[in-house]
């Protein structure tokens, strides 16, 4: 095993709903109004962006993910009409522990319609099956109860918490550490736990 995030042609998932293939230029405006949004940004560490500039910036540096090897991000893309909602993907890959983290965000007219984790559904087998992972790690802020039971749903085990883990906008904050490994994803058989969000 290559032990590489993209050893060749940028992958491409597919899923019953979903396309998640690399983010392009055309994916700047969409991209913005989901980065731009108070609510979808509610928890990141970042402000919620006021330029096209500063959404460009951040596509350009997920995009240089895999070609320093630090991880791999997709646009997520509803087949039926070609709808971008949002960007997963693996970030702060350490090869030579078989880890990386997790991390994913949706636009809002989205939310609860099951889009995010059918997409989480094909990065982890991508993850587990192409890339060798052994564990997928995601932080979550104390309070995002959403991205909490979305992560329950995928079978990732909670940690921990982390005290001040994080400083976000001029305060430390608690995070979440949760984990899924290897093993448990295939004792899963890749399958969602009962309870998955329609």
């Known amino acids: 095993m290559d032990n590489r995030i993209e050893p060749g042609l940028f992958p491409e998932l597919k899923t019953e709903r ?12 969409v991209l913005h109004e989901i980065w731009s949004d108070p609510e979808v940004t509610r928890y ?34 509803r087949i039926a009409d070609g709808t971008v909602l949002g960007t997963c993907g693996f970030h ?9 983290e997790m991390g994913y965000e949706l636009g809002r007219p989205y939310w609860g319609k099951g889009f995010m984790s059918e997409a989480i559904r094909a990065i982890l087998r991508y993850g587990f099956t192409t ?26 085990h909670l940690d921990g918490l982390l005290r001040q883990y994080e400083l976000n906008r001029g305060k430390f904050v608690d995070q979440y550490c949760y984990s899924l490994l290897k093993a448990d994803w295939k004792n899963d058989c890749g399958q969602w736990r009962s309870g998955e969000e329609k």
């Open 92 to 100: 702060n890959y350490k090869p030579e522990h078989h880890r990386a």
């Open 131 to 156: 890339t060798g992972f052994n564990r997928v790690e995601a932080f979550v802020n104390y309070g995002n109860e959403n991205s909490t039971r979305l992560l329950e749903r995928a079978g990732f």
């Open 18 to 29: 979903l396309i998640c293939r690399q983010i392009t230029d055309a994916d700047a405006a």
């Open 44 to 77: 990141f560490s970042l402000e919620p962006f006021q330029s096209l500039t500063e959404t460009r910036e951040m596509m350009e540096l997920l995009n240089s993910l895999p070609r320093i090897n630090q991880g791999i991000r997709w646009t997520v893309v």
